[in-house]
């Protein structure tokens, strides 16, 4: 009896792991919660691989890797349409961390795309600014601020260095300053400035489509007005709007707007004597002129108005330039 006893004490003995004390075929306990790795897949992430190479990447949005900004090539990178080098910003730590996600070797930078190089930050020289916004429209974070035929000026801490500013500058007037020595890639450009980049890439995407979609509500609205019947009731409002106290009330908005860009034009006067402001406006090229009307006549399609913006210090927020 006390050797079958002996035997069942062994037998449980060697059914226990000595290291857990965890009976076989029973669930290993959980480990303690580590934070998850942006380049290690996780089966519990909800995260897409897409989701996962963005987080990876710079966010400068500089469309050097050959598409519209860094989430659409982490999408052609997921889909295994774009290779894993095409991010000079990120340089050669940025192919690494990558490769690291792909299980993939480390290969240079596509010598295409670019070279990895000091990070730059744009300058504008604000004597011969002439003040057309082409540069704030194509500024892919909001780091330009100005109004037409006003100085433009760079938030440096705001510039991603992405020099999509520079091509479209009709009077070359601004300049890529290497501001980090001889620091590259990740070096010279932090995880934090990388997120702010990417929230100010977001929130100006999303402002946008919003100027977008409330142009084509108003087109719409535009086009159902003149196209329907018109009931008894707008026929009403219609007589009523023709009568003098609607006049009145016209007139006066008038009055208002007329007054507030009369004050504009005195303060933008007063800003000219004092050497502030874009001194070139005048007699400007025709080519400069053709892109200008071109960047007004977009600005008017989603439904920004210039001349609002010349009364922006006192008319309505309605009536200010979206950027
Ligand atoms: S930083 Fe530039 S090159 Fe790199 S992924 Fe983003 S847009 Fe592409
Ligand atoms: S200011 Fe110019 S270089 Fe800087 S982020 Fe904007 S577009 Fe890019
Ligand atoms: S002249 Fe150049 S810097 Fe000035 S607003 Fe136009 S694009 Fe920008």
């Given at each position: 009896m006390q050797a079958l006893a002996l035997c069942v004490c062994a037998l449980s003995g060697l059914l226990r792991n000595p290291a857990h004390g965890r009976v076989r075929g029973t669930a290993r306990p959980r480990s303690r919660h580590r934070p998850p790795r942006p380049d290690v897949a996780n089966v519990n992430d909800p995260k897409t691989l897409a989701d996962r190479i963005e987080d990876l990447l710079p966010q400068t949005q500089c469309t050097k890797c050959g598409y519209d900004g860094c989430r659409p090539y982490a999408e052609a990178v997921a889909a295994g349409i774009?290779?894993?080098?095409?991010?000079p910003p990120g340089g050669l730590e940025g192919v690494e961390r990558l490769a690291k996600l792909l299980g993939k070797p480390v290969i240079p930078i596509n010598p295409d795309n670019g070279v990895e190089r000091p990070r730059p930050v744009a300058f504008i020289d604000e004597q011969l600014c002439i003040g057309c916004t082409l540069c704030m429209q194509a500024c892919p974070v909001d780091a330009i601020v100005g109004a037409p035929k006003q100085m433009h000026t760079i938030v440096k801490d705001q510039c991603t260095g992405c020099d999509l500013c520079v091509a479209p500058c009709p009077v070359d007037c601004i300049a890529m300053i290497p501001v980090t020595g001889a620091a590259t890639g990740w070096d010279a450009w932090t995880q934090q400035q990388a997120d702010e980049a990417r929230v100010r890439h977001d929130r100006r995407a999303a402002r946008q489509a919003a100027e977008r979609n409330a142009a084509e509500a108003r087109a719409a609205a535009r086009r159902a007005a003149t196209s329907a019947p018109q009931p008894q009731a707008q026929q009403d409002a219609a007589t009523q709007a023709a009568s003098p106290t609607a006049d009145d009330a016209e007139a006066k908005k008038k009055a208002i707007i007329q007054a507030a860009l009369e004050r504009a034009r005195r303060k933008k006067a007063e800003l000219a004597e004092q050497g502030v402001g874009p001194r070139n406006v005048e007699h400007v090229s025709a080519d400069v002129q053709a892109q200008i009307d071109a960047a007004e006549a977009r600005r008017k399609r989603i439904g920004i108005e210039s001349n609002a913006s010349d009364a922006s210090d006192s008319a309505?927020?309605?009536?200010k330039p979206a950027r």
């Open positions: 774009a290779n894993y080098n095409q991010c309505p927020d309605d009536d």
